[in-house]
Structure formats: structure tokens, C-alpha cells
């Protein structure tokens, strides 16, 4: 089947501890996005990225980094830096191009502080 | 003033219940409108489409856009349960894949 996959679905982070949460898509989709999401706050673009070896910052992309190496992956990083990382995160990707296509979404990863 | 203001709710109403919900926006420049559904603990599914103004149904579901108002909204006839989750608007300007999203609004629909 065709998706968006995150892994893992749950994940801890001690204090001074970088972690990767991992997004893969099988839709051959050329535009990746993460999204944090908080109670109360709806959903905030971390980065994003429209091809492969390269991407941009969003509104909040300060404690957080990526790569895109291959079309199909686009992992975060969610560093010591980052002090309020508890939250959902979400993946998502387009089609991309000039006309514009709505984005799909993986199930998410939860991330709490130990 | 936020880009989209969307009222969080709770909305609870009966099953067979209309569900109306609605956003309003304050960039000029937005011309494609989303809905998406999102149950707890999941990602958001996206349930409608439409660009620029006007009227989309599909099924139980209808989504309205009054660009010259900034307000769209989104419609689910004969509610079921499985309709309770949260519903999210989302919107992008023409040549930006970069969506706003309003906070969400929680729908519950009591058996």
C-alpha cells in the first residue's frame, strides 16, 4: 500500500539527548514537510522540502534539523537544543510543482521527555 | 490577528445531526482550501479539496469557500459517531506548497 510511514510511534528523550524520528514515503512525492502539533496550537511547519538534497526552515524550525539524501526519506533530528520538544510531530508530502497539491500525512510520532 | 482562526469547540450533537463547522481568514492571497479529519492519536486525513470559491460534495460531506467573505466551511450531514474527531482547515496561496492551519475543531457525535 501507498503511504506515509513514522517510526516510531512513541519515543522518550532524556535531558542533552539528540533523537531522529524517522519518515519514509512509497508515494514518489518530491515535497516532504514536518509539522509539530500541540494541544490548543494546531499544527506548526518545522521544515520542509521540495527535492531531494535540499529543504527549508519554517516557522519554527529553531532546536530542529533535517536532511533529504533520498526522495523517499526525510528524518528529523530533534536536538539537545530543543527545549520543549514534547509534542506530536507529523510527517507529510506532496506531489510538489508549480500547481499546487494537497498534502498527505503519516500517523505521527509522539515524543515525551523522560 | 492570526492567519486562520477556527473556534476549538467542543461541538457535541446527536447522531443524524447537521455538523457545521467553519474558518476565517484574513490572507487575500489564500486560493486552496482543505479540510482534513484527524482521530485521536492519528495523522490528519484529508476529506476536501477545493480551489477558489464556490461549492464541493462529496457524499455526506459539503465544503463551501466565500473568498469575498474570507470564510469557508464544511458540512456532514446525517452524523454518524464515526464522524467524532477533530477537523482541521488548512490553506495555501497560489504557488506556495506552505499550508495555515486553524487550530481544530473537536466534533463529537453522541450515539
Known amino acids: 500500500d501507498g503511504g506515509i510511514t513514522q517510526s516510531p510511534k512513541y519515543l522518550f528523550r532524556k535531558e542533552g539527548q539528540n533523537v531522529t524520528l524517522s519518515c519514509e514515503q512509497n508515494l514518489n512525492h518530491d515535497a516532504m514537510y514536518w509539522y509539530r502539533q500541540d494541544p490548543g496550537q494546531g499544527l506548526r511547519l518545522i521544515y520542509y522540502?521540495?527535492?531531494?538534497?535540499?529543504?527549508q526552515k519554517g516557522d519554527i524550525a529553531e532546536g530542529y534539523s533535517v536532511s533529504r539524501e533520498k526522495k523517499e526519506s526525510f528524518p528529523l533530528t530533534v536536538t539537545s537544543a530543543q527545549k520543549n520538544p514534547t509534542a506530536f510531530y507529523l510527517c507529510?508530502?506532496?506531489?510538489?510543482?508549480?500547481?499546487?497539491?494537497?498534502?498527505?500525512f503519516g500517523d505521527g510520532t509522539r515524543l515525551s521527555i523522560l | 490577528q492570526k492567519e486562520v482562526e477556527q473556534d476549538p469547540g467542543p461541538l457535541s450533537v446527536p447522531e443524524g445531526a447537521i455538523v457545521s463547522l467553519n474558518c476565517t481568514y484574513s490572507n487575500s492571497a489564500f486560493q486552496y482550501f482543505m479540510w482534513y479529519r484527524q482521530y485521536s492519536r492519528k495523522g490528519p486525513e484529508l476529506l476536501m479539496y477545493?480551489?477558489?470559491?464556490g461549492n464541493k460534495e462529496d457524499g455526506r460531506f459539503t465544503a463551501q469557500v466565500d473568498k469575498s467573505s474570507k470564510y469557508i466551511s464544511l458540512f456532514i450531514r446525517d452524523s454518524q459517531p464515526s464522524d467524532s474527531a477533530t477537523y482541521l482547515c488548512?490553506?495555501?496561496?497560489?504557488?506556495?506548497?506552505?499550508?495555515?492551519f486553524g487550530k481544530g475543531n473537536q466534533v463529537v457525535v453522541i450515539p
Open positions: 507529510a508530502s506532496s506531489i510538489g510543482g508549480v500547481k499546487y497539491q494537497p498534502q498527505h
Open positions: 522540502s521540495q527535492i531531494v538534497n535540499d529543504f
Open positions: 477545493t480551489y477558489s470559491s
Open positions: 488548512a490553506m495555501s496561496a497560489q504557488g506556495n506548497n506552505r499550508l495555515a
